[in-house]
């Protein structure tokens, strides 16, 4: 199949969504141009959800199901398609550094190392997987489910990824990739826990009030639900 049709793109990344065991939201592709400092939005799918849930009619037993669309990751995925990602940002690491990143899990505390998945979190995204491709493209998929990683389930992935375009690089080990995502992670999390000691080293010794430690922190953890990302 050609990779050059934008429509033959989203063809096959709607193959990928839909071929797939796991339960993704949205498939992006995401690519640079003319060494610009940013990726930019290619072509994208995205599938509803339809999840069900019960409601309760108000002042009754009378329960009824009816078919949701999860309405907030539609949104994300239909503002990423008018943005522009720094390259300091989720995909920009795999493009960067031409490793696979694989983020799974509900804590927001690994998620706060990029814009990208602080965001997405707050849009119920509950895994991401970004994996660099020639012609400077990365690939992009989400989920908002738990999806938790295991190399099967990378293997099962490549294939369907094989139709969108090469991987860049092919990991010898894949479990190699959720083992650097995990360590980066405690890395990054390790440094903010420095900061915040000499923070406090620094309040403590010129006698700052305990208020003023109190906001310094909230500063150094809080998560914006803004989008300050490049536009």
Known sequence: MSRDGNGDVRECLK????GSTLEWSHAILWQRFHNEPVLKFVEGYYRGTGKQKEIRILGSSVTVTEQVIDAESEWFFKISMSQSIDLEDLPG?????????WIDGSALGEWGRWERSKWGHDFGIRTFFCIRLEDERVLELASTHIILFNPLRMSQIRQLIDPIGTPWSRCSRPEALYERGQMEI????NK?????SRGKEKISNSKRP?????????RTFSCSHDYSGPS
């Open 15 to 18: 193959n990928l969504i839909h």
């Open 93 to 101: 690491h795999a493009y960067i550094y031409l490793n696979p990143i």
């Open 186 to 189: 405690e890395i990054d999390g």
């Open 192 to 196: 903010n826990l420095s900061k915040l």
């Open 210 to 218: 305990w208020s003023l430690l109190t906001e310094s922190s909230e």
